[in-house]
């Protein structure tokens, strides 16, 4: 069975960050997955994925969201936090949502 990830899985073939940056992205959003991720499922338009919170996680999450807006805007990034846990939500088209994981 395979590992469940987040929402980046490869660094996207599209990505504006640059591979320096890219590849720290990418590390970083493992380490949050690895920790935290409770559970990833997708539908058309949408990829929802629930991490366990805590300070830790909340931060990073928050800080790698920072990130992704700057580029990889043409999808909608949205958090909701609840005491124990955090749901990102992730809209797009369904090919702009392959576009995150569609590595280079």
Same mark, same amino acid.
């Given at each position: ?7 980046? &899985?490869?660094?996207?073939?599209? *990505? /504006? ?5 890219? !590849? &720290? ?8 997955? $690895? $920790?935290?991720?409770?559970?990833? @499922?997708?539908?058309? $338009? &949408?990829?929802? =994925? ?9 931060? !990073? %999450? ?5 990130? #992704?807006? !700057? *580029? *990889? ?11 124990? #846990?955090? /749901?990102? =939500?992730?809209?797009? @088209?369904?090919? !702009? %949502?392959?576009? %995150? @994981?569609?590595? $280079?």
């Amino acid at each position: 069975m395979a590992q469940e990830t987040g929402p980046v &899985e490869e660094l996207p073939a599209a *990505c /504006t960050l640059g591979p320096g940056r890219g !590849e &720290e992205q990418l590390r970083r959003w493992r380490a949050l997955d $690895g $920790g935290h991720l409770l559970h990833r @499922s997708r539908q058309p $338009g &949408e990829l929802v =994925v629930r991490y366990r919170a805590d300070e830790a996680s909340r931060r !990073e %999450l928050t800080e790698l969201i920072d990130v #992704e807006q !700057e *580029c *990889c805007g043409f999808v909608t990034w949205t958090v909701l936090d609840t005491d124990d #846990e955090l /749901t990102l =939500v992730v809209r797009g @088209s369904p090919p !702009e %949502l392959d576009a %995150l @994981s569609a590595g $280079g």
